[in-house]
């Protein structure tokens, strides 16, 4: 038995069985999966195109590095049903016991744009906001973020 999924060129499988039952079997086990497989999409979807939550002035930060964690910080400043636009704000560094001298914590200050950055329009859903590389999540006011500069 040969069975292929719309119009893929490899099958999905390809197998050989002892009995009819068998086969029937595997079909009905096939035919599930692929149902529960749209289900799946139909959900993520409806999850993604829901209307975020966030409001104008709402902080968002990005934390992102590999050898070393950067975080950036935003703040929005227009938005629509499922899109903000962000202008970087600066932050600043509090001095904190227990880090490398390389390392420390970052706490964003709302309201002070950084000079000759443009603000971008960035697709959100829920508390977070996607970026080219991950997502970013809205600040809660009160914690600080670590981030680390040594590579």
């Not at 997502?135 to 500069?149: I, P, T, V």
Request: charged share 25%.
């Amino acid at each position: 038995m040969v069975a292929y999924r719309g119009t893929a060129g490899k099958p999905d499988f390809n197998f050989i069985y002892r009995d009819r039952e068998q086969a029937e079997q595997k079909v009905a086990e096939w035919f599930k999966g692929l149902l529960q497989h749209k289900l799946f999409v139909v959900e993520r979807r409806a999850e993604q195109n829901k209307a975020h939550t966030l409001n104008v002035g709402d902080v968002i930060t990005n934390s992102w590095g590999y050898d070393q964690t950067n975080v950036d910080c935003y703040q929005i400043t227009r938005k629509t049903e499922h899109f903000v636009w962000l202008k970087p704000i600066a932050s600043k560094l509090v001095p904190h016991d227990g880090y490398s001298p390389m390392a420390g914590r970052v706490v964003p200050c709302p309201g002070e744009f950084i000079e000759g950055k443009p603000e971008e329009q960035h697709k959100a859903s829920g508390e977070s906001v996607g970026f080219k590389f991950g997502s970013g999540s809205k600040w809660d006011g009160k914690e600080s973020l670590y981030c680390s500069w040594y590579a």
